[in-house]
């Protein structure tokens, strides 16, 4: 008789715990609902980086004095600046500059010590190539402009979820004119 109580109880216990995990499993998929959904059907639809992105370096050839900075602050020396020593203006004159963004951990130190600002973080993140050794840009590649998400007539821009306005959970569901959550940069310098 004992044995028998004793199973009883161990059998309800069992049960009590077994309706413990399961609500605590509803418990998630209910949480689940009140979200916002983060699939965003890439290549159809692409978020707009944030004015902070660190994609691809642009670079502006005419704007570099060659003064080599930006390979003295990199922390693997990675920019490429050849350069030959003109005697009639007694300047170093530019000739081929590169940045392998295979290598590139796009820390954003070059753009940030560079005197003359010839270069600049893109919000291009698509380079995914075959070869790795394509990845190595020179001076023409590096001053191709990138394609806005924004501008891609092919593309749906959604904005990052961190940017949405006050309210809103769906970004499919914001039109562009809306005013977005927080200030933008201008704004902070300004206030
Ligand atoms: S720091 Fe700027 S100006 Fe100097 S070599 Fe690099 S890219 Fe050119
Ligand atoms: S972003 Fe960083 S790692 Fe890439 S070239 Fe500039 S300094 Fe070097």
């Known amino acids: 008789m004992l044995k028998f109580l004793n199973q009883v109880g161990e059998y309800a216990k069992e049960t009590v715990q077994a309706a413990k995990y399961i609500g605590q499993g509803l418990a998630v998929t209910f949480d689940h609902m009140r979200r916002r959904p983060v699939t965003v ?12 992105f660190r ?15 930006c390979v003295r602050v990199c922390p693997i020396n990675l ?15 530019l000739k081929h500059y590169s940045i392998d963004f295979g290598v ?9 010590y560079c005197p003359t600002n010839c270069l ?23 001053g191709r402009l990138p394609y806005k998400v924004s501008d891609d007539p092919m593309v749906t821009p959604l904005r990052e979820f961190a940017y949405l306005p006050k309210g809103a959970m769906d970004p499919h569901e914001v039109s ?9 940069p201008e704004e902070i310098i300004e206030k």
Not at 104 to 112: D, R, T
Request: aromatic share 12%.
């Open 41 to 52: 059907q890439y290549p159809y639809e692409k978020l707009i980086p944030s004015e902070r």
């Open 55 to 69: 994609g691809r370096i642009h670079f502006e050839f005419d704007k570099c004095i060659s003064c080599e900075v």
């Open 79 to 93: 920019p490429v600046v050849d350069w030959e020593f003109n005697k009639e203006t007694k300047k170093k004159q």
């Open 104 to 112: 590139c951990i796009f820390c954003g130190n070059c753009v940030e």
């Open 176 to 184: 562009s004119g809306d005013r977005r959550a927080g200030l933008r």
């Open 120 to 142: 600049s973080m893109t919000e291009e993140y698509e380079l995914a190539a075959y070869e790795r050794h394509e990845l190595n840009y020179d001076n023409v590649a590096l």
